[in-house]
């Protein structure tokens, strides 16, 4: 009996739009996270590139290979970072919309968003 009450509560949380809601500011955590270790993975090739000794034993000529293996990781890794940043915004822009911009909360954000980037169809 008391698993079947715990199984009805659990099922009116979750049709609750507060549970809803709840649900799409965690999807927005998973933007997040995926931009952050994209920067990070970006940053450690980066300080590994750019470190005295390995950066002078990639550039060799006898390591060209390697250097252009470097080159292609990092191009590889930019292209992560740059579409988790556009993917994080369009995710914001879309929560902002459906949960903010209809009760005016936040009006500077919209007024931000117009001046600060074109519009990426």
């Not at 250097?67 to 990092?74: A, G, H, K, P, S």
């Not at 590889?76 to 740059?82: G, M």
């Not at 005016?104 to 519009?119: A, D, E, Q, V």
């Amino acid at each position: 009996m008391a698993d079947f009450e715990t199984f009805q509560l659990q099922d009116k949380l979750r049709s609750m739009p507060e549970y809803r809601r709840v649900q799409e500011l965690d999807g927005l955590n998973l933007s997040v996270s995926i931009f952050e270790q994209n920067y990070l993975e970006m940053k450690s090739l980066l300080d590994r590139m750019t470190h005295p000794e390995v950066g002078m034993q990639i550039t060799r000529q006898e390591n060209r290979l390697l250097f252009e293996r470097c080159i292609y990781e990092l191009c590889r890794l930019l292209h992560n970072f740059v579409a988790a940043s556009m993917s994080l915004v369009d995710h914001t822009r879309r929560l902002y919309r459906k949960l903010y911009e209809v009760q005016g909360l936040f009006p500077t954000i919209k007024g931000r968003s117009k001046r600060g980037s074109p519009k990426i169809r």
